[in-house]
């Protein structure tokens, strides 16, 4: 009876991948019972929490745990940073410490301020007297919190501020005869890479320069976030890049610049594909006008999923352990959490490039100079 | 409840708004401040090399003209060394044949006057002799006809016949 429990678990878990759509519900679903004192969060968060949490491990809701945003950035142990709540309701701003939203056991509290505000699974809601979701009230609440994964951000942003602002000091110091050293000699090559692999090849050299901040602009952002992602613990730890809100902001920035600069042919061959008979421009012009959107869409996807998975396949395998409730998993479990770890590395930095080369391919789709070669458009299309 | 959407895929507004302005402001400063110096600097250094390269090619070729005018230059100097040296070689034959020939002429002159000298030389000494030897003829004639011939007029003119037909020669 224990093996087929474990055995359904173990499908549930690998499962979790396949749940990036599924529902809250059914993932509440995910309930089995664990020894005390299991799992890596559940360490500290069983302890803390005492009796409520006690015999109970569920992998699901560990992982996505770990996965989701959150009010506070553990550190170590008990300690974590409480970080600012910033709400906007039909009375104002409001700033509070994220530490009033939590009892001293962890749980979601009332906090009174010009509502009463709750956690709701881990959203801010506003609540009534007898703690029951004001569904109307919280349509007005507008959260700009401080969360971990903004906080992450903004530490991606100064670390990215620091290194490359430094660099660029670099080269006005030693000057554009000398070779480059040290920081310079690592960010060199990279700021190449994306210049010759990404933005010349895809937009033409003559236009490529005047996208070339974006562009890298976008691919260290991914690429920084990515990595603080693969951290476990402070700094890192956030999921940033493999929250849908970062994707679905950097997807927008491309759908605009891809947009602005697009030249008078781009929109052409979408709504009156050139070379055609009437009717099948009739035909192609609602497809062209989709593809518009899904082009961004599949980048905010595909970045969301890939470090999600990555991270849900990491967190699996870890869970492997407390899911066989002995030590002696951990010779699978970490081995091969270290060599997806390793893939993760790769992932990283393929993920920040495809994103950045896709980008890239759809703004010189969009400035593309057409020569009436109606042939050659079809393959681009 | 199974259409209900996953909080995974639902953005978060505060998110979004922070991304919005953090990558904005790294747009805008590092578009500023770091992005445009290095990538000046790396054209600028690629410009350089290309610069370098084509004038080392540049270089090259005219040190390679420079070359083949040198050696154009070198043969040329030494055609003339060689028609130089031909030229004094046959200088100097000529003023050596010229010489030998004048030597011979001056030995031809010599020794035609040599000749001439020795001739005229012997020719007195000859008379000298034939002189002499006359007078000693005389002298002994005289002496034997003084015995045979008295007359002394009639001795003379017989040894003067005599002497007109002695052939020195």
């Known amino acids: 009876m224990t093996f087929r429990s474990i055995k359904s678990l173990l499908v549930k878990t690998f499962s979790v991948f396949s749940l990036l759509l599924a529902t809250q519900a059914f993932a509440g679903e995910n309930h089995t019972p664990a020894p005390a004192g299991a799992g890596v969060e559940a360490t500290a968060t069983t302890e803390a929490h005492g009796a409520k949490k006690e015999g109970d491990f569920n992998v699901t809701e560990t992982i996505l745990e770990h996965i989701k945003d959150d009010h506070s950035w553990h550190l170590w142990g008990h300690t974590s940073i409480h970080l600012p709540v910033i709400l906007k309701t039909s009375k104002g701003f409001e700033v509070f410490s994220s530490e009033k939203l939590v009892d001293e056991h962890h749980e979601p509290a009332i906090y009174k301020g010009n509502f009463d505000y709750k956690l709701i699974e881990g959203k801010t809601k506003i609540v009534d007297a007898n703690g029951n979701v004001d569904v109307e009230a919280s349509k007005q609440l507008w959260d700009f919190s401080i969360t971990k994964n903004v906080a992450s951000l903004f530490v991606s942003v100064f670390i990215l501020l620091v290194v490359l602002l430094s660099a660029a000091a670099a080269y006005k110091k030693t000057g554009v005869k000398s070779a480059p050293k040290g920081l310079q000699s690592f960010m060199e090559p990279i700021i190449l890479f994306v210049r010759d692999e990404v933005a010349i090849p895809n937009i033409g050299a003559k236009k490529a320069g005047k996208y070339m901040p974006f562009l890298l602009t976008i691919f260290f952002l991914i690429l920084i976030n990515n990595f603080l992602g693969l951290i476990p613990f402070f700094p890192g730890g956030a999921n940033v890049s493999g929250n849908i809100a970062f994707t679905m902001t950097l997807a927008v920035f491309v759908f605009i610049v891809v947009n602005v600069s697009a030249n008078k042919s781009y929109w052409e061959h979408i709504f009156w594909m050139p070379g055609m008979h009437w009717s099948m421009k009739l035909f192609l012009a609602p497809i062209e006008l989709i593809g518009v959107f899904t082009k961004p869409i599949s980048l905010m996807i595909r970045l969301f999923a890939n470090i999600t998975a990555g991270h849900i396949l990491v967190l699996s395998l870890i869970c492997l352990i407390f899911i066989f409730k002995t030590v002696f998993a951990s010779a699978i479990a970490v081995p091969f959490a270290v060599f997806i770890g390793m893939i993760e590395l790769l992932v990283a930095f393929l993920q920040a490039f495809i994103f950045t080369m896709l980008a890239a391919m759809y703004i010189g789709m969009a400035t593309e100079e057409h020569h009436h070669d109606a042939h050659g458009e079809a393959a681009h299309h | ?169």
């Open chain 2, 1 to 169: 409840m199974l259409l209900e959407i996953n909080p995974l895929v639902l953005p978060d507004i505060g998110l979004v708004f922070w991304n919005t302005v953090a990558f904005l402001l790294l747009l805008v400063v590092l578009g500023k401040f770091a992005w445009k110096p290095i990538l000046k600097a790396i054209n600028d250094r690629e410009q350089g090399i290309e610069d370098a390269l084509a004038k080392a090619d540049k270089m090259k070729a005219e040190l390679a003209t420079m070359q083949s005018e040198n050696e154009a230059l070198l043969a040329k100097a030494r055609e003339e060394r060689a028609t130089l040296i031909k030229e004094a070689k046959e200088t100097a034959d000529k003023m050596v044949a010229e010489a030998k020939e004048k030597a011979k002429a001056q030995y031809d002159s010599i020794v035609a006057d040599a000749q001439v000298a020795i001739n005229q030389q012997k020719n007195a000494a000859l008379t000298d002799v034939k002189n002499q030897v006359g007078a000693l003829v005389i002298e002994v004639a005289e002496k034997v006809l003084h015995k045979e011939l008295s007359n002394k007029a009639a001795q003379e003119t017989y040894i003067n016949e005599l002497a007109e037909g002695v052939k020195l020669n």
